[in-house]
């Protein structure tokens, strides 16, 4: 729904004169199922979680392979004093914490990225390859820079390219690994990326839930000045012609082109997945580029990503249609 005056005035305008209509809509497919898992609260992790208590001398019984009393007792005491959120449960957040950082390979970016001091040294960040590859449990070095709380090191990670949205075998994100410590600067950091809101982990939460729950009051209300700039933020000073735009606020969809201005509304829910992308259609777009990612580093804070639809094997959501020189989407 728009809130600008100005841009109900110009959709008025694009409707009176748009004569034709282009297909924007999102290549659908489908899901891939998901992979198994296995439940944190089951067997196998509980009695790895008895052993590494053991060893910490949280916890004196021998393991079990049951959640009980002494168990539930020894994960509070470690979770506070890990600073984590006290549940009593067996959480992904713990068993990352717990088991599977202590488990990385040592020196290897994944280690690194989750120690809570230092910084990157120059050349550690220049394999593309890396920046998203994910363990064993689908932990990224993102992920764990953001369990170590280190805003030098999760700065650096997404001026490299890690991807905000990357989640875990079970659905974790960044956000909410930031949330489970309640560690207000990382989710600054993070929200600056115009991060998806709605993915949910294994248990259908979304990370505002997550923070309900646990009484994050402070990171609620940087969730709700996101959302805030997030309905705010329009596209006002992209050329409006010799592209098209592509929004996801109420199912909006622009088309520009050259000679004429065409509206078309066929985006797809699974259009959202997709932020601050620019498809090149022509060579002459190139020119636009630069302009554009200005446009989205002022304006929302995220990094353009550039897809290149001139390739003939080109099959993303936005594909480019006759007479296009760029297609640009961005997600409210």
Known sequence: MFTDLGLRILLLLVLAIGASTASASCQTAEPSPPPPRVPLDSATFVIQVQQALKDQALLSVEAT?????????????????QGLFVDGLISEVLLARLLWQPQLEENSLLAKSGLSQGQFKADELKDAAEINRADAQGW?????????????????????GADVDQASAYGTTPLMVAVSFNRAEVLRQLLRQWPILELADHKGEIVEEMAFRQGRNGLLNQFQRQRVA??????????????RMVTWDAQECY????????VVCDIQPQCNQERNTLVLCADKGQALHQQIAEVVQKTWGGRTRVLDGRLPDYAGPFACQPDDVVVFGVRH
Do not use: C, H, N
């Open 230 to 243: 997030m309905l705010a933020a329009r596209m006002r000073r992209i050329p409006p012609f010799k592209v």
């Open 65 to 81: 392979g049951l959640l009980d009393e002494a168990t539930i007792e020894a994960i509070k005491a470690y979770q506070k004093k």
């Open 255 to 262: 088309v520009a082109r050259e000679s004429k201005i065409e």
């Open 140 to 160: 990224t070095p993102l992920l764990y820079a953001s369990l170590s709380g280190s805003s030098q090191r999760l700065a650096a990670l997404l001026k490299a």
